[in-house]
């Protein structure tokens, strides 16, 4: 096989397409540079790594400038990394953008990536963010392990720790009501914060427990796992009493709001401060604590 006329038809080919067939050139492109990336491998192995930079220099020179050593390297590390059987198969409804993000991850980092650009309809611009601010990461390692062997997710799961809080006026310390502000300023992002198909129902919810008026800090609600969210916010480190405070405000959504076909309401209690013991203890699985991190 000539392998330079293979990989240079190929380009020349998809420069045509990009041109006349716009709904679908991107696709096509991917498609042909994972194409490409395993003829740039075997070739690599019959004639020596350096066949990137020879081929390069001769496509720069007959297809086009961009095509150069470093663009080459990269369909190559494209085929190298998204041929491992351990890669989603869902890679081809990305960009070529999007996939050159995903360079530097593994391979379970790769596919949580793959996963939420198709299914939120990610830009380049918002993955960047998420590769910021290390969503992935802050998923728990039980989360990550039923991603791996594919078991299913219950409403928690996607809960990051810790939850980011946007700051956008700086401020050094928070009150409880600071926070809270901060919080609806950016509501969106900070259901996205806690995972998928979150809706708001509204803060200082108010609920009548006896001849008193209780005040819910957030009330929100799961489509998916069809389930009211109640949401608790401490600046302070979590305290035994939180829990206490919090199970009540469930048991009261579950028993007067909640219909029979719903599933029990769940609680986050967002602290300065974690406590795993507190937690450890606390006899409600509904429950969890999650930290809160000002950017």
């Known amino acids: ?17 990009s041109k006349i067939k716009d ?25 020596g790594d350096n066949i990137v930079d020879k081929y390069s220099k001769m496509l720069v020179r007959e297809v086009g400038k961009k095509y150069n050593k470093r663009t080459l390297f990269r369909m190559k590390q494209f085929y190298i990394i998204f041929s491992d059987e351990k890669v989603s198969t869902m890679w081809t409804q990305l ?49 990550k392990n039923k991603l791996i062997i594919e078991e299913a ?7 990051k720790n810790p939850i980011v809080i946007k700051n956008k006026y700086n401020y050094k310390i928070v009150s409880e009501k600071v926070l809270k502000n901060l919080i609806l300023e950016d ?7 806690l995972g998928d198909s979150f809706c708001f129902i509204g803060s200082e919810y108010k609920i009548k427990i006896g001849d008193t008026y209780n005040y819910i800090d957030l009330l929100l609600y799961n489509i998916k796992y069809k389930c009211y969210v109640v949401v608790e916010l401490k600046v302070t480190e979590l ?20 219909t029979f076909d719903e599933n029990k309401t769940v609680g986050i209690i967002i602290c300065k401060k974690d406590n795993k013991y507190i937690i450890e203890f606390c006899t409600d699985e509904r429950i969890i604590s999650r930290r809160y991190e000002l950017i």
Do not use: C
């Open 153 to 159: 997710e219950n409403v928690i799961d996607f809960i």
């Open 187 to 193: 509501i969106e992002f900070f259901m996205r914060e």
């Open 95 to 143: 960009t070529w953008s999007h996939v050159r993000l995903l360079f530097s991850l593994d391979f379970n980092s790769i596919n949580y990536y793959i996963k939420i650009i198709i299914s939120q309809s990610l830009s380049v611009r918002e993955l960047e963010y998420r590769l910021k601010i290390n969503e992935f990461e802050r998923l728990s390692e039980e989360t």
């Open 23 to 47: 709904y679908s050139k991107e696709r096509h492109k991917i498609v042909t540079y994972f194409e490409i990336g395993k003829l740039l491998n075997e070739a690599g192995g019959k004639y």
């Open 239 to 258: 305290k035994k009493e939180h829990t206490g405070q919090i199970m009540i405000y469930m048991n009261y959504i579950d028993k007067n709001i909640k």
């Open 1 to 17: 096989m000539n392998y330079y006329n293979e990989i240079k038809n190929k380009l020349i080919d998809n420069e045509i397409y």
